[in-house]
Every structure is written in structure tokens, then in C-alpha cells.
DNA sequence: CAAAATAATCAGTTAAACTGATTATATAAT
DNA sequence: ATTATATAATCAGTTTAACTGATTATTTTG
């Protein structure tokens, strides 16, 4: 066994490229890819987020979030308010449209991470997201 | 805890971002990225491979290859020789300047996956490497 | 009230990977 | 042996995603 394939980097890089292929048939139909999907789940899951609050808690770069949010308007997936208490910041709300969307994937999703991690038994890919968990939670 | 922090594609993902960012400091003054440094350390663990063989291996693009291999060899990293048993693919060899280069950066770079996955002890990082390694081999 | 900070946005740039076509060489089929 | 097919590498051009730096509107601080 060589030192590449012995690394995490290349290790995550390449299961994380794997999983994204798959992600990208299942969203590719909604017109969404798998980083507006999330910032979808993220408003779904705390309505009211300003982009601000959504680029921080997910990494994404300001100017980023911008594009994807004005993607997801676009297509009726979730919906821009000013927020009456900081009027320069929006509150988000994921609308209908946004949520059936997030329903309709979600299943298809979770079956590609586990076709991807098949190789692991039950107990292991607990094991695996508990970690993944614990090291995000660090960062 | 909601489902996005639950979901292992976007876990994979936040981790690997975090550890990209930080080879890139490591790499960056020797002018290549992770991904350069992966074919070089391909490349040394296994000379005279073709583009081709790596870019299977590595599961990188052919043509992406070619100009990860373009920009190794202007560097002087590593050398384009013809096969003589097949003169339509190369050769190629790592340099004595490319094995510094990669001898100089193995430690930093580790450094910095430790230092990533630093919330794990000893047993768990193992763990996680052979785990990765199983979802890997099966891909 | 004036100055500094913040949220969102925009125009323009950078970087990475991909598409499809081409060249040189090798292999297979007749 | 000759023709047809396949393969390795390359190139020009495109696509895509994310980033930089500046701007506007609004809020907070001094």
C-alpha cells in the first residue's frame, strides 16, 4: 500500500468525488446541485437564516451564497423577506415548492451514501458519521 | 441535530475543505496543488507509469492529467520519456528534485491531516483510514 | 450626529475540469 | 500485408464554480 492511497486527503477526496457523481443525478433534474440542496435543508431546518448566517455556518463564500440563493428564488424553491429588524439582511423561508423538492431527493440521496459506503456494515458507518460529526463539530 | 450535519456527503465534504485549504499552504510555495502532489507521489511510487494508467488510477480526467503532468515537468518534477514498447504514451519518472519536493512537504502535510482530524484519538483516526480505505478499494 | 461596521450585491477575474477533435502509434480483421 | 479500429496524448475552446474588490443600504458605535 502506497502513501497516497494511505492518505486521508486523497482518501475523502476521492469517496466525497464518488458520492457527488451520484448526488448530481438525483438533483440534476430540480435544476440544483448538491451545495443548494444543503443551503435548502439549512432553511428548511432554521427558517428566517440570513445569507450571512448560512455562509458562515456552511463555509460558503458570501458572494456565493448570493448566486445560490437567487438560483433557488428563481426556480420557487425558497423565498427572500427583509427582515424587519435588520433591514439589511434578508430572512429566508423555504416555500411549497422548496420543500417537496427536499422531500422527493432526500430518499434517493441517502441511498447513493449508502451504496457508496456499502463496503461498511451498519455499525462501521455509524461509527464513520459520529467521527465525521465530532471533527466538523471542531472546526 | 439536523439532517444536513447528519449527511455523510456534506461531512466529507466540510472536512475536506477544511484539510484542503490548509495543503494548500504547505504547497503552494512550491507551486503545485493536492492534486499535483498526488500524481508525484504516484509517480514515485510507481515509475514509468503512463498518463493514462495514472489518470485511471487517480481517477482524474485524461486531459486534466496532461496539464497536471505539463506543469510537473516545466517545475522539473518529473520527465516525459517515450516507451519504447509503446510509443504513443509516455514514461514518466520522478526527478531527484521532485522527490525533495516531495520529502519536504510529507511531514507538513500530515501534520495538517492530524491536526484536522485532532477531535479523534489514535484508534479512531486507524479506524477511519481503514474504513476509507475498504470504501476506496471498492469504488 | 458622524464614523465605522455589517448584509447583500455586482462586475469582473481566476481556476479547474471538461468536450470534442486531432495526431501518432498500435492492434485486429480480412 | 493492408485496411479498419482502437488507444495515448494533446490541443483549442467551453463551462462551471468560486473568489476579489468595490458599492449600496442599513445599523451600530463613539
New interface residues.
Partial sequence: ????????????????????GK?ADTLSPFNID?RQY?VL??VQ??PYSSQKIIADR??IDRTTMVTHVDHLETLGFVERTKNPNDRRSYSLMITDKGNSVLDSC?EF??DT?SE?????NEQ?KQ???D?????????
Fill in positions: 500500500m502506497n502513501k497516497l492511497s494511505q492518505s486521508y486527503g486523497f482518501l475523502l477526496g476521492k469517496v466525497l468525488q464518488q458520492m457527488e448526488f448538491a444543503g435543508l439549512f431546518d432554521k456552511l463555509q432526500w440521496l441517502t451514501e457508496v459506503l456499502s463496503p461498511l462501521e461509527l464513520l458519521k467521527m465525521l460529526i465530532k471533527v466538523w463539530s471542531s472546526l
